[in-house]
């Protein structure tokens, strides 16, 4: 059954199954937000006197009836039906007769997958940012734990000067404060109700836009009903940017745990069970899951070109093309927690190796401190540079490791500004 059918008219089978597509596969992740919609507009029609208070008690009835199938894993998309939407108006006239023919009223299929989507996505920016919270809490606890243990910090790939492991964990839970701002920009874009907008230029009919957007939670609605059918692909662009944000700083801190967990650095390390071996060389203690998480976030930093480039040169209106965004947005959820799931469980396993600085190696990283420590005794700075750099050529520079390091100001090594970074993150939560 399709909803856009008429009398006496077929589809070819062939174009049939290439329109439809993988629609009925991501369609079940759309049906409990579909109905949840269909519940909003159908109390909406009783208002506006579309629908009369018995039908609208039976559909509701029945709508939760389906709503329960679906929480329970026991609804599916029959092979002759080609949507959730068609479905579940399929369900209701078989259950309860003309009443469920009446619940499109008002609605086209643009505006209902419209509403289906931002509530998914709202769900799911929902779940995404508990992980994201989870592996931040982690990374500030282990920051602390480990703020004593010093790291050599690289430029270049060249070693340059002191930091530690708390600095370094420091810094990617403060990049994913800045992450989350772009996930609540977008989960402030998804919070708008399309519902009501019909195929793109409203409806003749007197529905209140207002009361669906106020049952079904959304911030405000969308306004001018063209740009309610615009903002499909739009919305899902914007969404997978912030998916591509939190990527890169999982990408870039599982980067770093392969090479820290390289024998040529060794600063870490992990248990047996976390890494891998190889099929000829027994001592191969293999970084997999992290090389994994690294080449799975580089592929989410693709979505929103892919999505960009779906979107290309479209006009306003809704177009086919829209269907596909379905393909390529849902699945990089899954790809998303996966990645997270996999970081904090590895990170709470994580050991440090101390010492590390002490190696002959890493004395250069100390060039800055001895050029510092004359420049507090009163000679230029430039000076006091030129002196240390001649010692470096000669090959007579030497440093007291057993002197503490003062580092004091905002966000170095001796001050974390560890609560500053998790009250910028409550700060953003908050929003």
Known sequence: MKLWSKNNTSTHEMVETFTVGNDRIFDLLLAEHDVLGSLAHTAMLEKVGLLDPQERILVHRELNVILEEIRAGKFQIDADQEDVHSQVEYL???????????IHAGRSRNDQVAVDIKLYLRAELQGVTQSVQTLFDLLLERSEHFKDVLLPGYTHLQIAMPSSFGLWLGAY?????????????????????PLGSGAGYGSSFPLDRRMTTELLGFETLHFNSVYAQMSRGKTEKIVAQSLANLAATLGRLSMDMCLYLNQNFGFISFPPELTTGSSIMPHKKNPDIFELI?????????????????????????HRDLQLTKEILFPAFGEMQGCFAMMTHALGYMEVKADILQDEKYRYLFSVEAVNEKVKQGLPFREAYRQVGESIDAGTF??????????????????????????????????
Do not use: W
Not at 304 to 312: F, I, K, S
């Open 294 to 318: 690294r080449a799975r976030c580089n592929r989410l930093q693709a979505l929103p070109n892919e999505l960009a480039l779906l979107l290309a040169n479209l006009p306003s209106g809704y």
């Open 398 to 431: 030497r440093f007291d490791l057993s002197k503490p390091l003062h580092h004091t100001h905002e966000g170095s090594i001796g001050n974390l500004c560890t609560e500053d970074i998790r009250r910028e993150m409550r700060k953003v939560l908050d929003r």
């Open 92 to 102: 209701l006239t078989q259950r309860i007769g003309d009443a469920g023919k009446k």
């Open 173 to 193: 839970a403060e990049s994913l404060v800045d992450d989350m701002e772009t996930v609540t920009a977008a989960a402030r874009v998804v919070n708008k109700n």
